[in-house]
Every structure is written in structure tokens, then in C-alpha cells.
T-cell receptor
């Protein structure tokens, strides 16, 4: 069965600094990978997704993620964070595009002014 | 589009009472998912429907939980009887199968069982 590990429960970065959130997955075949963001009191919003093709995918709000098969990773990056990026970020893996997907436990991002 | 609509936003109930959570998916979406979020367990998939038919309910914790989707625009998640350990935020999400667009989540229902 597929699974997702987000090793960092909390990450704190200064505003304007670069960001990388880690995600490792476990799945025997090529997975479908997602990053979602959740602001306090809100549902989850899709940031970006990887299905196939170019391993570097661009998303909304200036985020990007890179799929590395050899490392079973799909890390999320942003070159310069803004205070509004403070939220919880979830990596997720699916067997196919629209079947059930499994979420990691999330990484809470804190931004220092 | 109004997005996925969940009601109520907050629910406080006493142990043993029946609780019904409601979800209206995005018009045109044909897959619907119910998730539960807690600090300890994160996001857990409870059940999902495709074309109003339950496809996988292996995440439903026990018989006290049941879900229905009588038509394409409405789904319910019922807990009877409720217990304090059911306290969580319950999310509904929908998507159009094959679109590759990902899920659209509702704002959730925060359930507190006292």
C-alpha cells in the first residue's frame, strides 16, 4: 500500500528566505503526487500535482516541486516566502489521478518577520 | 461556482446523540470523498463515492459511522451514537474523475462530542 512521510512537523523560516518541505512516498509503481496547503480554519487547496513528464512542476503561489524517483521524494520549494505562506502543507500520493489519495501528516510552516 | 459546501461549520453534541454532517459537491463532479482530520491521526479517508456509489469504505472506523449519497448533489455522514473520540474536523472533497484537476475540499465541519 502507498504511504507518505513528511519528516518535519514544524518548519520556521524568515520572511524572504527560501523554503524546502520534504516529502517521501512509498509506492511500487509511478505514483501520482500532490501538494496541498491548509490555512487555519480552512479546507485544503491544491498547490500542484505530478502525474508524468517533466519532473519539475510549477504550482500556484510561486511554489514548485521536484519528483525524484531514485529518492522516492517530491519536495516542495519556494525561493522567497511571504508571511501569507504560513500554513500547513500536506503531501499526498495516489494510485491514479482521481482515485483515493493518501495524505502525509503535514508540515506546519511558521514565518518570522 | 460556490465550491464544496459543508454544513454545519461547527457542531457540539452530547455523547450518545446522533450527528449528521452534510456535503454538497461541486456541480458536475462525480467523485466525493469524506475525510477526518485530528491532531493525532492526521487526515484519514473514511469513504469515497463515484457516481453516487460507495467505492471504498474501508476507512470507516466502525458501524457507528455511515455515509450516503442519494444523488449527485448531496451526501451525508452520520454518526450514531456519537462518542467523544469522534471529535475532529470532517472534510468533504469532490472531483471529476479523469480530469486530473485534483480534489476540491470544503471548509470542513468541526465536531465536538462532550
Amino acid at each position: 500500500a502507498q504511504s507518505v512521510t513528511q519528516p518535519d512537523i514544524h518548519i520556521t523560516v524568515s520572511e524572504g528566505a527560501s523554503l524546502e518541505l520534504r516529502c517521501n512516498y512509498s509506492y511500487g509503481a509511478t505514483p501520482y503526487l500532490f501538494w496541498y496547503v491548509q490555512s487555519p480554519g480552512q479546507g485544503l487547496q491544491l498547490l500542484l500535482k505530478y502525474f508524468s513528464g517533466d519532473t519539475l512542476v510549477q504550482g500556484i503561489k510561486g511554489f514548485e516541486a521536484e519528483f525524484k524517483r531514485s529518492q522516492s521524494s517530491f519536495n516542495l520549494r519556494k525561493p522567497s516566502v511571504h508571511w501569507s505562506d504560513a500554513a500547513e502543507y500536506f503531501c499526498a500520493v495516489g494510485v491514479n489521478r482521481d482515485d483515493k489519495i493518501i495524505f502525509g501528516k503535514g508540515t506546519r510552516l511558521h514565518i518570522l518577520p | 461556482d460556490a465550491g464544496v459546501i459543508q454544513s454545519p461549520r461547527h457542531e457540539v453534541t452530547e455523547m450518545g446523540q446522533e450527528v449528521t454532517l452534510r456535503c454538497k459537491p461541486i456541480s458536475g463532479h462525480n467523485s466525493l470523498f469524506w475525510y477526518r482530520q485530528t491532531m493525532m491521526r492526521g487526515l484519514e479517508l473514511l469513504i469515497y463515492f463515484n457516481n453516487n456509489v460507495p467505492i471504498d469504505d474501508s476507512g470507516m472506523p466502525e458501524d457507528r459511522f455511515s455515509a450516503k449519497m442519494p444523488n449527485a448533489s448531496f451526501s451525508t455522514l452520520k454518526i450514531q451514537p456519537s462518542e467523544p473520540r469522534d471529535s475532529a474536523v470532517y472534510f468533504c472533497a469532490s472531483t471529476l474523475t479523469g480530469s486530473g484537476a485534483g480534489y476540491t475540499f470544503g471548509s470542513g465541519t468541526r465536531l465536538t462530542v462532550v
